[in-house]
C-alpha cells in the first residue's frame, strides 16, 4: 500500500512537472523575442552609426544579453571571424539551420531573421535602417501571436499536466 | 463484489469532465472530444468483465443454455 501511493504520488509530481515545462516554453519563446529585439536595436545602432565590423559589431550588441538568439549571433561571429572564405548569407543560413530545431524559439521569428539575414550588407545605410525598420514591425507582430498562444495553451498546458498525472495514477491505482 | 471499482470510475468521471472544460477553454474541441472518447473507452476495458458476468448470471438465472 505505501508503494502505492509513493508511485502515485512520484507519477502525480512527474506530470505536472512536465506540464509545467510545456507552458515555460511559451514564457521562454516571448522572452527570446524580446532579447532578439533588443539585439537588432543595438546592431541597427553599431551598424548604422559606428560603422563597426559586422562580427565586432554583433559581439558588441550582444553583449549584457542572454538567450539562445545571443548564442546565435555569437556563433555567426565566430564563424565569421575563423572562416574567411564565406559569404555572411552563407554563414547566416548555416548557422540558422543549426538553431532551427530549438524548443523556445518558434518558425515566424527563424522566417524574420532568414530574410533579415540575406538582406544584411547588400545596400546603402539608408536601406539597411529599413530593413533592420521592418525586422521591428515583424518581431512586434511576433511577439503579439507569441503573448496570445502564452495566455491560451500556457495555463491549459499547467492544468493538463497536473490532471493527466491524477488520471494515470488513478488508473493504475 | 469489489466496490472499489465504482469509485474508480467516478474519479476517472470527474476528471475527464474537467480535462474537457479546460481544453474547451482552450479552443481545442476535437482534443477534447479525444478526451473524452479515451476515457469512455478505459472505463469500458475496466467494465467489460463485470457485463460479461451479469450476462452470465441472467443466462443462467433464467436457464438461456
Redesign the interface.
Given at each position: 500500500m505505501f508503494l502505492k501511493i509513493v508511485s502515485s504520488i512520484s507519477i502525480v509530481v512527474c506530470c505536472t512537472l512536465l506540464g509545467i515545462h510545456m507552458s515555460n516554453r511559451y514564457d521562454r519563446r516571448i522572452y527570446n523575442i524580446r532579447v532578439l529585439q533588443s539585439i537588432l536595436i543595438n546592431l541597427e545602432t553599431e551598424i548604422v552609426y559606428y560603422s563597426t565590423l559586422l562580427s565586432q559589431a554583433i559581439r558588441n550588441s550582444t553583449r549584457n544579453l542572454e538567450g539562445d538568439w545571443k548564442n546565435f549571433f555569437l556563433e555567426v561571429a565566430d564563424i565569421l571571424e575563423y572562416k574567411k572564405d564565406c559569404s555572411f548569407a552563407e554563414v547566416w543560413k548555416e548557422t540558422l539551420q543549426g538553431i532551427k530545431n530549438c524548443p523556445y524559439i518558434g518558425k515566424g521569428e527563424l522566417d524574420i531573421m532568414y530574410r533579415f539575414g540575406l538582406q544584411l550588407g547588400n545596400s546603402d545605410r539608408l536601406s539597411q535602417r529599413k530593413y533592420f525598420e521592418i525586422a521591428q514591425q515583424q518581431l512586434k507582430t511576433e511577439e503579439k501571436n507569441a503573448l496570445q498562444l502564452h495566455f491560451?495553451?500556457g495555463?491549459?498546458y499547467r492544468?493538463?499536466g497536473l490532471?493527466?498525472g491524477?488520471?494515470i495514477a488513478?488508473?493504475l491505482? | 463484489m469489489n466496490i472499489d471499482i465504482i469509485f474508480?470510475i467516478a474519479?476517472?468521471g470527474i476528471?475527464?469532465a474537467?480535462?474537457n472544460q479546460?481544453?474547451l477553454?482552450?479552443?481545442?474541441e476535437e482534443i477534447a472530444m479525444l478526451t473524452t472518447l479515451t476515457g469512455v473507452i478505459?472505463v469500458l476495458l475496466m467494465v467489460v468483465n463485470l457485463i460479461n458476468d451479469l450476462f452470465n448470471s441472467v443466462r443462467s438465472i433464467f436457464r438461456l443454455y
Amino acid at each position: 500500500m505505501f508503494l502505492k501511493i509513493v508511485s502515485s504520488i512520484s507519477i502525480v509530481v512527474c506530470c505536472t512537472l512536465l506540464g509545467i515545462h510545456m507552458s515555460n516554453r511559451y514564457d521562454r519563446r516571448i522572452y527570446n523575442i524580446r532579447v532578439l529585439q533588443s539585439i537588432l536595436i543595438n546592431l541597427e545602432t553599431e551598424i548604422v552609426y559606428y560603422s563597426t565590423l559586422l562580427s565586432q559589431a554583433i559581439r558588441n550588441s550582444t553583449r549584457n544579453l542572454e538567450g539562445d538568439w545571443k548564442n546565435f549571433f555569437l556563433e555567426v561571429a565566430d564563424i565569421l571571424e575563423y572562416k574567411k572564405d564565406c559569404s555572411f548569407a552563407e554563414v547566416w543560413k548555416e548557422t540558422l539551420q543549426g538553431i532551427k530545431n530549438c524548443p523556445y524559439i518558434g518558425k515566424g521569428e527563424l522566417d524574420i531573421m532568414y530574410r533579415f539575414g540575406l538582406q544584411l550588407g547588400n545596400s546603402d545605410r539608408l536601406s539597411q535602417r529599413k530593413y533592420f525598420e521592418i525586422a521591428q514591425q515583424q518581431l512586434k507582430t511576433e511577439e503579439k501571436n507569441a503573448l496570445q498562444l502564452h495566455f491560451r495553451y500556457g495555463k491549459m498546458y499547467r492544468s493538463l499536466g497536473l490532471l493527466l498525472g491524477l488520471g494515470i495514477a488513478i488508473i493504475l491505482l | 463484489m469489489n466496490i472499489d471499482i465504482i469509485f474508480k470510475i467516478a474519479a476517472i468521471g470527474i476528471l475527464v469532465a474537467v480535462v474537457n472544460q479546460v481544453l474547451l477553454r482552450a479552443g481545442r474541441e476535437e482534443i477534447a472530444m479525444l478526451t473524452t472518447l479515451t476515457g469512455v473507452i478505459v472505463v469500458l476495458l475496466m467494465v467489460v468483465n463485470l457485463i460479461n458476468d451479469l450476462f452470465n448470471s441472467v443466462r443462467s438465472i433464467f436457464r438461456l443454455y
